[in-house]
């Protein structure tokens, strides 16, 4: 999960992947004023609809069920457990080490840290799908259709986004998975993925046309991971 938002004043410009482009574009949907101080804004392999993309990752369609289990006993259990002295204090460390989904973790840590009553009150609340339309900044969105973690029920989402709104982009590739979208060999693909150089020049083509109209230069991030350009 990760959203980068870059501070160099009327370049500014906010970028989401995975989870952390459902963050970005709920962020800026969420409230116009955020919007004023930045140019444009782009989300990769986000599922628009946690509920829905949760429900699909508990199918074995495109072994989502696997990604499921192997995201939850990697990424996420690791990071709870750098952190174990002081999470274990406050949650069930049994339930955690015995969590074989995502939902386990969110239902054991997640509705508990930001008070929820049931899981999907939770994703109901965190999905970016009602805050679309509300975005009046370019947007780019960008998914593939393998993508084994995001449910099919969802693509029609930002389709029907870009067909009815102006400054709306939707691109969908018949490969790329989840933020791959690799290029080149197929053993040793190229450096730079067809992502990267998709999401630079269009952000490119953006700058060159427009820059917003309050800006300054002050820093402004939202996220657990950030990085600045």
């Not at 996420?76 to 002295?85: A, D, E, F, M, Q």
């Not at 805050?131 to 973690?149: E, F, G, M, R």
């Not at 998975?177 to 690799?182: Q, S």
Request: with cysteine.
């Amino acid at each position: 999960t990760n959203l980068y938002i870059s501070k160099q004043w009327y370049q500014r410009r906010v970028r989401g992947f995975s989870m952390g482009g459902n963050v970005a574009a709920k962020f800026l949907g969420e409230n116009e004023q955020r919007q004023r101080l930045f140019s444009g804004a782009t989300t990769v392999c986000q599922g628009y609809d946690i509920k829905g993309s949760s429900n699909f990752l508990y199918s074995w369609e495109r072994l989502a069920r696997f990604y499921n289990w192997a995201i939850t006993n990697g990424a996420l259990k690791n990071t709870i457990n750098r952190h174990g002295k002081i999470l274990y204090n406050l949650f069930d460390q049994r339930t955690i080490s015995s969590a074989t989904c995502i939902q386990d973790i969110d239902r054991c840590v997640m509705m508990r840290m930001y008070g929820f009553t049931t899981l999907d009150e939770m994703y109901e609340s965190w999905s970016s799908s009602k805050y679309l339309d509300k975005i009046t900044v370019p947007l780019l969105t960008l998914n593939a259709a393998d993508d084994p973690i995001i449910a099919p029920l969802c693509a029609d989402i930002p389709i029907n986004l870009a067909c009815h709104q102006e400054k709306k982009i939707h691109v969908q590739t018949q490969c790329g998975g989840h933020l791959g979208f690799y290029k080149g060999g197929i053993i040793i693909p190229e450096g730079l993925s067809w992502m990267d150089t998709t999401l630079v020049e269009w952000f490119n083509a953006v700058l060159s046309l427009s820059k917003p109209e309050d800006s300054d230069d002050s820093d402004v991030w939202y996220s657990d991971d950030v990085s600045s350009d």
